[in-house]
């Protein structure tokens, strides 16, 4: 046995041996006295020491793994620019809502849709992916567990075989898949708009995205009992725009209308106090989409740009659909419609994206802004008061979105692809199935979220804010400050 000398055990490590913690040590030790050019020189070259050990260890680390293909690269590349568009539609979100609202309650909007997606993203790294995506431990019905510290969080290791296979790394997956989070969560803002209180909001949105929605999602994009029986929904339109949709009616509901929305049983307009920043908005919006549609085929291939083209076709015929129809039963377009029938055509393809072609997309786009049109009026009619047309749009044309493919849906993108619709000589049974998911994702939200918005209820007092606070607005009540304070408030 060879005994180390105490001269060579106590001879410090050079900056090459060190490891990144060791190396701040190293460099101090040789910068006593400040005072001289060279000791200056050693403090200079602090920033780029520590540069270059981070670097020497991340390539480290690299060596791991296999080489970088390209089919690794552009997949998670394509699915991170996907995950920045669905992210941005946020914004898009936030000014269509503040847009159709009044002024004095701008901030307590822009509050909410900004703040949501923070809350989502956290609840849904705690243990929403891990209830979406984890194993199963009620096969068909429930998972969890996704290799993180008692089951919660992730595990963001990333393996030789995905670099092999191309496969996705689980820290982008899980930033697309909490991006879809944030927007369901988003929905519910829309429909609640103008009278909710902003903590009780804040923990319903919460428990929306850590239980509510993953659990519901898993039924479908982790192989549960949905997707066991055929069901098609490419990228949400029940499972993301439904849920939201739902969660937020049944807030609405318990909530009550506005203070002067009906007057003897007669729905009264509350105009938006700006329609330019309604309009970004939906622009914004229809932008985002090409991350939420496109983005959901999970990998760069060829049929990302077919979807691209399906979802630009839809919302095409939305627009001019809801515009030609609200001329027809107003006298003149109106501009919330043509925003509306934009998203309503959006979502409209949303589920079948990946399973209409082009013609079909377009017609239903187009019939989802018809609809949108008379759900606004139905919504009124019943008595439901909802600020930003949410439920019409989101709701409504999420459940058409998802019928639509048992009506003239085709199986997958490929051309001459056979029809699995109804209409197109593929019997009743995908309708069956479109219609049974619609119903399993109306029935789980309306029950839960029913129990959630009443119990956050009984324990903070209600959920809707004092009729002072409402009619002088929730930006002073609620946070303290005005959108425009150099401007008259038009109340």
Avoid at 13 to 42: D, F, I, V, Y
Avoid at 236 to 254: F, M, N, P, T
Avoid at 405 to 417: K, N, R
């Amino acid at each position: 046995m060879t005994v180390a000398s105490p001269v060579s055990r106590l001879r410090p490590k050079s900056l090459q041996e060190a490891s990144l913690l060791e190396g701040p040590q190293l460099l101090l030790r040789k910068m006593r006295g400040m005072s001289s050019n060279r000791s200056l020189t050693w403090l200079a070259c602090v920033p780029i020491a520590l540069l270059g050990l981070g670097l020497f260890n991340l390539s480290a680390r690299a060596a791991e793994l296999p080489e970088l293909n390209a089919a690794f690269l552009a997949n998670n590349l394509w699915l991170l620019v996907a995950t920045i568009l669905v992210i941005f539609m946020n914004a898009g979100f936030a000014m269509v809502e503040a847009g159709m609202c009044r002024q004095k309650n701008a901030v307590n909007i822009l509050a909410k849709n900004l703040f949501v997606f923070a809350l989502a993203v956290t609840a849904y790294w705690f243990i929403g992916y891990s209830l979406m995506y984890g194993n199963a431990f009620w096969d068909g019905i429930l998972y969890y567990g996704k290799g993180g510290a008692l089951g919660l969080f992730f595990d963001a290791t990333v393996t030789p075989d995905m670099v092999k296979d191309g496969s996705l790394v689980p820290t982008v997956d899980f930033l697309f898949q909490a991006a879809f989070a944030g927007t369901a969560a988003t929905i519910v803002s829309g429909l609640v708009a103008e009278r909710v209180k902003f903590g009780e909001f804040v923990i319903f949105s919460l428990i929306l995205t850590a239980f509510i929605y993953p659990i519901a999602g898993s039924w479908k994009w982790n192989g549960g009992w949905l997707d066991g029986l055929g069901f098609i929904d490419f990228a949400g339109s029940s499972l993301v725009h439904s849920v939201g949709a739902w969660a937020g009616l049944v807030g609405a509901l318990l909530l009550g209308p506005r203070i002067g929305k009906f007057v003897n049983g007669k729905a009264q307009a509350i105009p938006g106090h700006n329609m330019s920043i309604a309009t970004l908005g939906a622009l914004i919006l229809w932008i985002g989409w090409y991350g939420f549609n496109p983005g959901s085929e999970l990998a760069m291939d060829q049929y990302v740009p077919y979807v691209a083209v399906t979802t630009t076709l839809a919302a095409a015929g939305g627009a001019i659909a809801a515009t030609i129809f609200s001329t027809l039963t107003s006298g003149k377009p109106d501009l919330t419609m043509i925003i509306n029938g934009i998203l309503a055509g959006l979502v409209s393809v949303t589920a079948g994206c990946g399973n209409l072609t082009m013609v079909g997309a377009w017609v239903a786009g187009a019939v989802g802004g018809i609809i949108v049109v008379f759900a606004v009026a139905a919504v009124d009619a019943a008595g439901i008061d909802d600020p930003v047309g949410a439920f019409s749009v989101h709701g409504v044309c999420g459940i058409w979105g998802t019928l639509v493919i048992g009506l003239w849906g085709v199986d997958g993108m490929d051309p001459g692809a056979a029809g699995i619709g109804l209409l197109n000589g593929g019997g009743i049974t995908q309708l069956g199935v479109q219609a049974l998911g619609c119903a399993a994702y109306a029935i789980w939200t309306l029950v839960t979220c029913w129990i959630a918005w009443s119990v956050i209820g009984a324990m903070f007092g209600g959920i809707r804010v004092t009729e002072a606070e409402e009619i002088e607005g929730l930006d002073i009540g609620e946070h303290g400050m005005e959108a425009y304070p150099d401007f008259a408030s038009a109340k």
